[in-house]
């Protein structure tokens, strides 16, 4: 299967934006989705595990979700900061295979 | 804590082979899965293969099965990334991650194929 995402989003400092992650094959909700940010220069880190936790550190401002109606989970950041500006990945896995989301750049405006 | 240490960049000749390791440390090694990570430049992050240790068998994502060879030695607590045959589009940093939901990374290992 295949996760899609927006290839780009942007907001202002203090707003909320928010990246989908669709997959294309199989529902959602069969597996775990994972998202993780990676700025520039530097490996990515954990953001969402298990569609909506977040590991210790994390800020609330981060949150994860779900809809098996669209088949997608998506990630939503509230609060916009500049340091948020960043590439988000979402992945998940399915029978010993697992696949990550083509990324998505947040610009912070 | 999880630490996961790699190995340094590497320059190789088009042609040759190279080995990238990844040693964890503060975690049920042999239990645990490591899967390794490509980035090439300006890209997306793409999945490889994992391997659980203790099972010492790989599986790898069908685009690199012809490339990689993913192994371990528990006695060191190391994973290795086995790439063979390079080519300029194996230039890219190589990530190790750790579980099944990429709960830690490794820092990455940068590799350019340049004659």
């Known amino acids: 299967f295949v996760l899609t995402q927006p290839p780009s989003v942007s907001g202002s400092p203090g707003k909320t934006i928010t990246i989908s992650c669709t997959r294309s094959s199989g529902s959602i909700g069969r597996n775990f989705v994972q998202w993780y940010q990676q700025r520039p220069g530097s490996a990515p880190t954990t953001l969402i595990f298990e569609d909506k936790r977040r590991p210790s550190g994390v800020p609330d401002r981060f949150s994860g979700s779900v809809d098996t109606s669209s088949n997608s989970a998506s990630l939503s950041i509230s609060g916009l900061e500049a340091e948020d500006e960043a590439d988000y990945y979402c992945q998940s896995y399915h029978d010993d295979s697992w696949v990550l989301g083509g990324g998505t750049r947040l610009t912070v405006l | 804590q999880v630490q996961l240490v790699q190995s340094g960049a590497e320059v190789k000749n088009p042609g040759s082979s190279l080995r990238v390791s990844c040693r964890a440390s503060?975690?049920?090694?042999?239990?645990?899965?490591f899967h390794w990570v490509r980035q090439a430049p300006r890209q997306g992050l793409e999945w490889m293969g994992r391997i659980i240790p203790a099972l010492g068998s790989a599986g790898y994502a069908q685009k690199f099965k012809d490339k990689v060879t993913i192994s371990a030695d528990e006695s060191i607590q190391t994973v290795y990334l086995d790439l063979s045959s390079l080519t300029s589009d194996d230039t890219a940093v190589y990530f190790c991650a750790r579980g099944d939901g990429f709960d830690n990374w490794g820092p990455g290992t940068r590799v350019t194929i340049s004659s």
């Open positions: 503060g975690v049920s090694f042999r239990d645990d899965r």
